[in-house]
């Protein structure tokens, strides 16, 4: 019998191929784009999830609360919280600190490379994470000081291999010596915390973690077996009054510890100062209802194409009736054919998967490979989507098909509402108001970035390179030296030093007491160095005062941005003083000048208050370039420093391009939404396609009757075409609102945004119109254009 259910299937898709191919194409596209959004969902599910004690792993974010600001939430610590926790907390079984070393430069005699990715951490790290160890002792490998574990890749980029080299050593640019104890595999890219190389913490001087009221260090916490996450979350409360009260209290600052699951880190972090670029639990809704929708539309093709020929096989079904097929074998042989057609659907998609994967994974920055697909959770998934497409979409149309009447079948009285005309138009508006959705949602979310990467943002970064002088040690000599030597290339337009810059991650938050109308008040402020060419090199204005003028300002003088002026109360900038907490003398720091506001960091933040010291020489250094013969510049600017730092690698970036890379996870996400969108047109448009070509077949006598009676082409075309230009119009009604709460919702998202308006709702109810209208119109005039003697014939 099973046999004979694939035969005959077998057989129906042979004697239909014109619809047999548009049903198996539409569910290839609709597989094969859904299963790669399913692969990225599962992806980003899975960050920190192989750790062995994945589910026992917390890691202790700040939450900082000072007056008249909003709560500010770290992802970072005191030094002191981990040995406190460990002592403190019977349900702690190991505390980890992890700090990171930023841009650091590393050398194996002649070999030298920066590392972005070193932390410092306690020896514990492998007893709370779980990685792989090529060589070297885990207990052992981070206990004494200067101690280092390197990935493998790190290992091999220094060494040219990955074993055999523990007792080797790397020295790096402060001229420290760092003895290889332990080479691990590299650290998975489903990870919140990715680094190249571990160095022992105890490398740090003793007391460096005795200072509460210094944050900066990642805490991690191992809870014992059994242990309730909710009553530890419960026992952090007094940690503020016990340790950090007699700090802050002074300053009306309260201090709140959250315990955030490792497991939850990636998607439901909203952290700042978080080690690394995380995910989002939006776009795993957003991505989940679009593979959902993709597969939907996919189906409701089906469905269409299936019910719209069930004339056709409406004799077929009625032998089989009178010959004894009961209702349950009718249904049981649509439901196979459906399956089958899923089946044939999803040995193509396979196919276009390992041809597109590798372009998938570079638009996504992703890393996933086609051997994953054989996993056993991964098989799961694709017998899932072949079950969901084959009974969604074959459920209907077996139901609806075996309950034909055989004695009407076969006197040939089918009724016309068999091939149930009013389900086939629910169905259409369904695939039209998902597809408007997505092409609403798309225009808005294109509209968004491009507002990101365009919007003023108070500096001009076109053409500024930055560099940056990695070394602790006192070289501001050498740094006056090679900027003063640069001044002498006519194609810098201007050089300047700064200890950060818009978009860096090197600032300062420091506690300062700063002058009101009504008094001094603390309060925590943005603030780092620069030098008296900062603000032209930036392109940056002056609202009111000076700029710095030179070594006199050291030490007495400030500049403070437009919403510091805002949030103190102003209302005279000029002459306000500012001094650290606690200090009894007379020494003040005086605003000399105000600096009209500009985005510190991405446009995810708030302009936020700003102070700036007057420090020279500093080594972060901005070069404003001609445009001009860029090569020479760069060849000029990288001789110059060799000769003043023959120590360090030469390595530079654009500001623009740094600056624009704090978006690349949204703009990636945009990418693949975009392109999810535009294939969902594509579904619904041979869904359309095939839904047209029957309509107009259907009625190929009507127009043909029409036509010798005397009608033009003007005059058929409006007949079908009527029809589905009503069904556009319902969809606008069901698209536009639900597409403008959620865009709105995810705005909100921006502190910056561009808003909502009618232009995406008109274009994209346009985009809709005329593809209907385009392929209803071709089929329709193509059909009043035969000759209609062939079609009458018959009469």
């Keep these: ?151 493998q890749s790190s290992a091999e980029k220094f060494f040219g291999r990955s074993t055999g080299i523990i007792g080797k050593t790397l020295q790096n640019n402060r001229g420290e010596i760092f003895k290889i104890t332990g080479v691990i595999k590299d650290v998975p890219k489903n990870s919140h915390l990715v680094f190249n190389a571990l160095i022992s913490i105890s490398t740090l001087p003793k007391d460096f973690d005795q200072n509460w009221g210094n944050f900066g260090i990642y805490t991690y916490v191992l809870l014992k077996p059994n242990v309730s996450p909710a009553l530890f979350q419960q026992k952090l409360a007094p940690l503020y009054k016990k340790y950090l009260e007699a700090i802050f209290a002074p300053s009306n600052i309260k201090i709140r510890f959250v315990s955030q699951p490792l497991t939850s880190i990636h998607l439901h972090s909203d952290l700042e100062f978080e080690p690394s670029e995380l995910g989002s639990m939006s776009y795993i809704y957003i991505f989940a209802a679009v593979a959902f929708f993709m597969l939907l539309i996919a189906c409701i093709n089906y469905m269409n194409l299936t019910t719209a020929r069930s004339a056709r096989r409406a004799k077929e079904i009625g032998i089989r009736k009178v010959t004894g097929s009961s209702k349950l074998q009718l249904v049981t042989q649509f439901l196979v054919e459906s399956l089958l057609t899923a089946v044939f659907a999803l040995i193509l998609s396979l196919g276009l998967i390992a041809i597109l994967l590798h372009t998938f994974n570079s638009v996504a920055g992703k890393f996933i490979t086609f051997q994953s697909l054989f996993e056993p959770g991964t098989f799961l998934i694709l017998l899932a989507v072949v079950l969901f497409v084959g009974l969604a979409g074959g459920c209907y149309p077996a139901f609806y098909l075996s309950k034909f009447n055989p004695v009407n079948i076969l006197k040939g009285s089918l009724s016309k509402s068999s091939s149930n005309a009013t389900l086939r138009r629910s169905l259409v508006v ?302 606008c009604f069901i698209a536009f609102p639900v597409a403008y709460v959620f865009m709105d919702k995810w705005l909100k998202i921006f502190p910056y945004n561009t808003g909502l308006n009618v232009t995406p709702f008109i274009l994209s109810a346009i985009t809709v119109l005329f593809i209907t209208l385009f392929t209803v119109i071709f089929h329709t005039v193509k059909a009043a254009l035969n000759n209609p003697v062939k079609s009458l014939r018959t009469e």
């Excluded at 992806?43 to 920190?48: K, T």
């Excluded at 507002?451 to 070394?471: A, H, I, M, P, T």
Aim: glycine share 6%.
């Design 430 to 731: 369904v695939q039209f108001s998902v597809s408007m959705i997505m092409l609403i949602c798309t225009w808005i979310v294109y509209g968004q970035l491009k507002y990101l990467r365009n919007k003023d943002l108070g500096f001009n970064n076109q053409q500024v390179l930055k560099l940056s002088v990695n070394s602790d040690r006192d070289n501001r000599g050498q740094i006056h030296a090679f900027t003063n030597e640069l001044k002498k290339n006519p194609k810098i337009l201007s050089v300047s030093t700064s200890e950060s810059m818009p978009g860096g991650k090197y600032i300062n938050f420091n506690l300062l007491s700063v002058q009101t109308e009504t008094g001094f008040k603390n309060q925590g402020i943005d603030c780092y160095g620069i030098d008296e060419r900062f603000f032209p090199t930036l392109g940056m204005k002056l609202k009111e005062g000076r700029n710095f003028s030179g070594l006199a300002d050291t030490l007495r003088s400030v500049i403070v941005n437009e919403n510091m002026v805002k949030f103190f109360g102003w209302k005279n900038a000029i002459g306000k003083k500012v001094k650290y907490p606690g200090d009894t003398s007379s020494f003040y720091l005086e605003v000399v000048g105000v600096v009209k506001d500009f985005n510190q960091k991405s446009l995810y933040n708030p302009i936020a208050p700003l102070l700036m010291f007057y420090r020279p020489n500093s080594p972060r250094i901005q070069l404003k370039l001609s445009s001009q013969d860029l090569p020479s510049t760069l060849k000029n600017i990288e001789k110059i420093w060799k000769s003043s730092f023959p120590g360090l690698p030469f390595s530079y970036s654009f500001l623009d391009e740094d600056f624009d890379s704090q978006y690349i996870a949204d703009q990636k996400r945009g990418k693949i939404f975009t392109a999810f969108s535009i294939l969902t047109i594509i579904i619904t448009c041979l869904g359309l396609l095939g839904l047209v070509a029957f309509t107009t077949e259907q009625r190929q006598k009507e127009i043909s009757i029409r036509k010798v009676m005397g009608a033009g082409v003007s005059e058929i075309v409006p007949l079908i075409t009527t029809n589905f230009i009503l069904l556009v119009g319902i969809s």
């Design 1 to 151: 019998m099973i046999k004979n259910l694939f035969l005959v299937a077998l057989r129906n898709l042979k004697r239909d191929k014109w619809y047999g191919l548009l049903n198996i194409l539409g569910l290839t596209i609709g597989i094969t784009f859904s299963l790669f959004l399913i692969f990225y969902i599962k992806d980003e599910l899975s960050y920190d999830r192989y750790h062995k004690n994945a589910d026992r792993i917390y890691r202790i974010a700040s939450y900082n609360k000072e007056p008249d600001k909003p709560e500010m939430k770290w992802a970072v610590t005191p030094a002191s919280m981990a040995p406190a926790l460990k002592r403190d907390y019977p349900e702690v079984d190991q505390s980890l600190r992890m700090l990171g070393t930023g841009k650091t430069m590393f050398k194996n005699g002649d070999l030298r490379f920066y590392e972005d990715a070193i932390f410092l951490c306690d020896s514990n790290i492998f007893k709370v994470f779980s990685y792989n160890f090529i060589e070297g002792n885990p207990n052992s490998a981070l206990i004494e000081p200067h101690s280092m574990v390197l990935t």
